[in-house]
């Protein structure tokens, strides 16, 4: 953890043509995840393909405690997370009580990693985003 910032990496075996499926996907959302937005404490999220597609290396950085964000996957985006990760061998579903034991069993801890801004949280940078807008139209309404 980094300040209010923390990150989980995991690289998971792929099923057969789970790679395949995957790319198809990304392709049809032109590679972008923007449901994951739902999940309020997401900073960040990427896929990459790894070992001739044999593997897949799942990298996020997320606001607050492991277990919260995990249940937060689990009650804001099951769907994604589960059409996601159910390309990845031995995926017991977002719901199951054995994901979180799932995911860090594949999980690599970080050696060493870089926060630009580790006290503000995604809510704390929203809230920036819409004062600042508002400070701005404030500005051209002076004009």
Do not use: C
């Not at 972008?32 to 997401?42: I, R």
């Not at 897949?56 to 099951?78: H, N, Q, R, S, V």
């Amino acid at each position: 953890m980094s300040g209010d910032v923390s990150e989980l990496t995991g690289i998971f075996d792929l099923k057969p043509n789970g790679a395949e499926r995957l790319r198809k996907f990304f392709k049809l959302v032109d590679g972008n995840l923007v449901g994951a937005g739902q999940v309020g404490t997401l900073h960040n999220m990427r896929f990459v393909f790894l070992d001739n597609d044999t593997k897949l290396l799942f990298a996020t950085a997320y606001d607050g405690e492991w277990d919260a964000y995990i249940d937060d996957f689990a009650t804001k985006i099951p769907e994604m997370m589960d059409y996601l990760f159910g390309n990845v061998e031995g995926w017991p579903g977002i719901a199951s009580p054995e994901v979180k034991d799932f995911i860090t069993k594949y999980q690599l801890q970080a050696a060493a990693w870089f926060v630009a801004h580790p006290d503000i949280t995604v809510s704390e940078a929203t809230r920036l985003k819409r004062q600042d807008l508002a400070v701005q139209r404030f500005l051209v309404e002076l004009n």
